[in-house]
């Protein structure tokens, strides 16, 4: 099993910047077979969406409406995750999740892991953007 625990959300203006990071622990080894991590968020009333994942060997993808303003990075050995967002927006309100699977993130050419099929999930972290 992997645990993995957010932390950094909070409150700011639009226009501010936050940084949230997901610490995964658990045995060694299922770690180290974690291919792909991404990061959800699902607003009131809304369905989850991805907003940005990235496989072992570094590769992203990002939502259309948080490219150039957010950035998905992780340590060498995997164990932490980050989203650092800039410019935000107050449509960026949301509960923030983080997400894991031993599968990498791509599909396909223009398929990648949904919600539905990671394995590891966080509690998720609020982060509200006012105007």
């Known amino acids: 099993q992997v645990q993995l625990v957010e932390s950094g959300g909070g409150s700011v203006q639009a226009g501010g910047s936050l940084r949230l990071s997901c610490a995964a622990s658990?045995?060694?080894?299922?770690?180290?077979?974690?291919?792909?991590m991404g990061w959800f968020r699902q607003a009131p009333g809304k369905e989850r969406e991805g907003v940005a994942d990235?496989?072992?060997?570094?590769?992203?993808a990002y939502a259309d409406s948080v490219k150039g303003r957010f950035t998905i990075s992780q340590d060498n050995a995997q164990s932490t995750l980050y989203l650092q967002m800039n410019s935000l927006k107050p449509e960026d309100t949301a509960i923030y999740y983080c997400?894991?699977?031993?599968?990498?993130?791509?599909?396909?050419?223009?398929?990648?892991?949904?919600?539905?099929?990671?394995?590891?999930w966080g509690q998720g972290t609020q982060v509200t953007v006012s105007s």
């Open positions: 658990g045995y060694t080894y299922t770690i180290y077979l974690i291919s792909c």
């Open positions: 997400a894991a699977d031993p599968r990498r993130c791509s599909l396909g050419p223009h398929s990648r892991l949904g919600p539905q099929e990671y394995r590891y």
């Open positions: 990235i496989d072992r060997d570094g590769m992203t």
